[in-house]
């Protein structure tokens, strides 16, 4: 029986459910007086999750296990995970700098008289700039308006003057909406769409606002509907019901990590084949024989040393069925010893310590090789509860230092945006907002990709100093070939 740790589960929620809130916050209330405290709200149940997990993670790490299990599995899903976060992330970082930048002097003064919104009527125009958003062309005008209904005697006292954006140049007797104080036409006037409008002085979500629920609500529903169509797809777990004579077992023994890269399917690249990135590997002897067992990339190799090295366990695989390998042969697939069979490792040594780690082990087009026996039951319908590998290492000073730092940096950038930081109303100007707010959602996109670079790099220098499976490029060899 698979067990997880529900406490880092329920903070990763939590965490979520605090970015969520933060969104939800902006949509209701797109302006409002500075400091935010519900969104400093949501910010603090954001830090406090993060800052469980994160000492959770890293205390396990520190002590190389112990007493202290973290069950909790990498996600299998964590690279769809990771692009919706993405995405989820930019839309609300998008939020709030839309809404920093709408809290404006000149929406104060209106909103300290009786304002209203209705359509006005452009009378004077004094500017036109244009430019190019997104390969639309926009017209930015400086106008005068006056309101369009009401008393048809329009005096110069009448005249408000704001900036409206068209998708051609403002003339006048066009017809916009405008935001407005009909009592103090001097404090000038906010042009734009009616919804934007509204939700300056009544709250709601703007047009805007309305993209950013949809994106975020389809984010969320499509995560879910892809956990709710994987939760049972562990290795080999279908394979115990429909082909068991085929799933096999081997007794067998971790004697070191390494590094490697192998093979993998690839529809997207001529003959269906590349080279993985590299990955850790656990080094698995069985008698003479030896073969490599790639787990996750999330996994550091130091602490799968301290924690793996000298324990023996059963590793389970299914092999080809003949059909399938006489076809692999027929579309020359490559048969490279890199070429890997999705397998589970069952180390079982120590009766109350039974630990799992989902992989791939190398062995080519016919699977391992390794002396083995037809698997008469699955690790996943074990009596005894099994853990996952632990630690759940996804924090090591050396690569993943990066995205901790790019991540506490957005969370430091929110909270700055939620005190008022470039908000005319607030403290800074445009400026800190066009320093703060990038900031948001580039920092852990930057984050991501430096550890990724240096997860890679220190991966390289464990493959060649432990001499770890290198596959052969199928494009290069296919090119020689011809």
């Not at 500075?34 to 949501?42: G, K, T």
């Not at 490792?345 to 109350?352: K, S």
Request: proline share 6%.
């Amino acid at each position: 029986m698979i067990q997880r740790d529900w406490r880092l589960r329920a903070a990763t929620v939590v965490g979520w459910l605090g970015v969520l809130a933060f969104a939800a916050c902006l949509l209701v209330r797109m302006v409002a007086p500075y400091p935010r405290w519900d969104l400093l709200a949501c910010l603090l149940v954001v830090a406090a999750a993060s800052g469980y997990w994160v000492v959770r993670v890293r205390g396990a790490a520190a002590s190389g296990g112990g007493g202290d299990r973290v069950r909790y599995w990498w996600p299998r899903r964590r690279v769809t995970g990771a692009c919706i976060a993405v995405l989820v992330l930019s839309v609300t970082s998008l939020l709030a700098v839309t809404s920093a930048e709408s809290a404006t002097e000149e929406l104060l003064r209106i909103r300290a008289g009786d304002p209203t919104i209705a359509p006005v009527e452009i009378v004077e125009v004094h500017d036109v700039r244009r430019y190019e958003d997104q390969s639309k062309v926009r017209f930015r005008s400086h106008v005068s308006v006056t309101p369009a209904e009401g008393d048809t005697e329009r005096d110069e006292q009448s005249r408000m003057q704001g900036e409206v954006e068209l998708r051609q140049p403002a003339k006048a007797g066009d017809l916009v909406w405008g935001l407005y104080s009909p009592d103090a036409p001097q404090r000038g006037a906010i042009l734009g769409p009616e919804r934007d409008l509204k939700a300056l002085i009544q709250g709601g979500p703007s047009t805007l606002g309305y993209v950013a629920l949809a994106i975020i609500g389809l984010s969320v529903l499509g995560y879910a509907a892809v956990g709710l169509f994987t939760r049972n797809s562990q290795p080999l777990a279908a394979s115990f019901q429909d082909a068991r004579d085929r799933v096999r077992r081997a007794r067998v023994r971790v004697a070191t990590v390494t590094a490697g890269r192998h093979l993998r399917r690839n529809s997207k690249v001529k003959g269906g084949w590349d080279r993985s990135s590299p990955c850790p590997a656990l080094r698995l002897t069985s008698g003479e024989e030896t073969q490599d067992f790639f787990v996750d990339r999330c996994l550091e190799p130091q602490v799968l040393a301290a924690e793996l090295v000298g324990r023996t366990g059963r590793l389970y695989w299914q092999t080809p069925a003949p059909d399938q390998a006489a076809a692999s042969d027929e579309t020359a697939a490559p048969d490279d010893p890199a070429r890997v069979s999705s397998a589970v490792l069952v180390l079982d040594d120590r009766p109350d310590d039974l630990r799992y780690v989902y992989g791939e082990v190398s062995g080519g087009l016919h699977g391992p090789g390794l002396t083995s026996e037809a698997a008469p039951e699955s690790p996943y319908e074990a009596a005894r509860p099994v853990y996952a590998v632990g630690p759940y290492a996804i924090w090591h000073p050396g690569s993943f230092r990066p995205v901790t730092a790019g991540l506490t940096a957005a969370l430091l950038a929110a909270a700055l945006l939620a005190t008022g930081a470039g908000a005319e109303t607030g403290y800074g100007g445009s400026r800190l907002l066009w320093v703060v707010g990038p900031l948001i959602f580039g920092a852990p996109i930057l984050g991501l990709m430096l550890t990724a670079r240096r997860v890679t790099v220190r991966l390289r220098e464990l493959q060649l100093s432990t001499g770890g499976l290198e596959a052969q490029d199928p494009q290069a060899k296919r090119e020689a070939a011809s």
